[in-house]
């Protein structure tokens, strides 16, 4: 699991925009702490939630995401590996 931290956010914000998916933070009525924008590369986040639930939700849905390694450098793949593996 990663440490929950701004740095770790970042990190997973960046990974996003590198695999074409824009982070948007917004207020409204969530069921969960983010999703995807139906047919778009949007996710919206719940702007409220503390930033366990904001790195928890990117992750879970990262999972969902086919992601090429060719998409990403060396040390985003790793990151990325890391994330997809703590949450199983």
Not at 23 to 51: H, P
């Amino acid at each position: 699991m990663i440490s929950i931290t701004q740095y770790n956010l970042d990190k997973i914000e960046d990974l996003l925009d590198q695999i074409g998916y824009k982070v948007r933070y917004e207020k409204g009525n969530f069921r969960t702490g983010a999703c995807v924008i139906q047919n778009t590369k949007v996710i919206v986040v719940n702007k409220f939630s503390n930033l366990e639930i904001k790195i928890n939700s990117l992750v879970l849905i990262l999972k969902d995401f086919e992601v090429n390694k060719e998409d990403l450098d060396e040390k985003q793949w790793a990151f990325y590996k890391t994330l997809t593996k703590s949450n199983e």
